[in-house]
């Protein structure tokens, strides 16, 4: 219950002070969702990106574009 009030307080400050996380948060409730439900998206958004870095061990680049292979 602690975690999900961190991860809960994150995701507002990366809805406030990180424009992609915004965008991300306008886009979810322009498609219909709740605020809670697209908070909850954000959230899992969040915990993706940390993983992410986690696992590549490299800082985390805003403008990184994933690859796909054609």
Do not use: C, S, W
Not at 10 to 16: D, F, V
Not at 18 to 25: D, V, W
């Amino acid at each position: 219950k602690q975690l999900k009030g961190i991860f809960h307080i994150a995701a507002m400050a990366a809805i406030r002070f990180n424009p992609q996380m915004k965008e991300y948060f306008d886009r979810k409730k322009k498609e219909g969702k709740k605020g809670f439900v697209a908070m909850n998206n954000v959230k899992n958004k969040l915990i993706h990106q940390m993983y992410a870095v986690v696992r590549t061990k490299t800082p985390f680049n805003p403008e990184y574009v994933y690859k796909r292979a054609a």
